[in-house]
T-cell receptor
């Protein structure tokens, strides 16, 4: 079945460093891909999405490009802030329209 | 925030007791979902609903039942709670399936002792 694999955390980095969180997927067809973010004590929020190959989703300085050839959707940000500390989830919409989530990657940004 | 309220926010219960968690939305969205979140597993779908009285099982539905008698309310019931059901439960809503983003509630932390 469809699945999502993302890099394990925690990822710890200093403010203004570059962030990359790897995400790869296995799916039949061409699923829509998403990144969600979860701040402490809260539910998940949609960060960005891409619905077809070569689409780039972007929001709040984060970007991810839908790469069909490598079945990847890596999340990147060029300069992180302490406020970016959160858990990030990669997800795909499976052939029945339901979301399959990766295990999540905790990001800790220190001043 | 999308208008999603989960209740209770925290609950401690004993093994073998029934537990009902409630999700209430004010967005009039058709789709509603119950997920559980556990370390190392991300979020796993328990049950979902695509309309009033229309529900279906997700990936980890054993031991859970749901009901949706009104558009705005989606109830998750643990008929006889077990320690393996200790988790954080999230309700989510969406306008449609597939490309529509999910909007999540703030979760219910359930501890089964």
């Amino acid at each position: 079945g469809d699945s999502v694999t993302q890099m394990e955390g925690p990822v710890t980095l200093s403010e203004e460093a570059c962030l990359t969180i790897n995400c790869t997927y296995t799916a039949t067809g061409y699923p829509s891909l998403f990144w969600y973010v979860q701040y402490p004590g809260e539910g998940l929020q949609l960060l960005l999405k891409a619905t077809k190959a070569d689409d780039k989703g972007s929001n709040k300085g984060f970007e991810a490009t839908y790469r069909k050839e490598t079945t990847s959707f890596h999340l990147e940000k060029g300069s992180v802030q302490v406020s970016d500390s959160a858990v990030y989830f990669c997800a795909l919409a499976d052939s029945w329209g339901k979301l399959q989530f990766g295990a999540g990657t905790q990001v800790v940004v220190t001043p | 925030d999308a208008g999603i309220t989960q209740s209770p926010r925290h609950k401690v219960t004993e093994t073998g007791t029934p537990v009902t968690l409630r999700c209430h939305q004010t967005e009039n969205h058709r789709y509603m979902y119950w997920y559980r979140q556990d370390p190392g597993h991300g979020l796993r779908l328990i049950h979902y609903s695509y309309g009033v009285k229309d529900t279906d099982k997700g990936e980890v539905s054993d031991g859970y039942s749901v009901s949706r008698s009104k558009t705005e309310d989606f109830l998750l019931t643990l008929e006889s709670a077990t320690s393996s059901q200790t988790s954080v439960y999230f309700c989510a809503i969406s306008e449609s399936s597939g490309n529509s983003p999910l909007h999540f509630g703030n979760g219910t932390r359930l501890t089964v002792t």
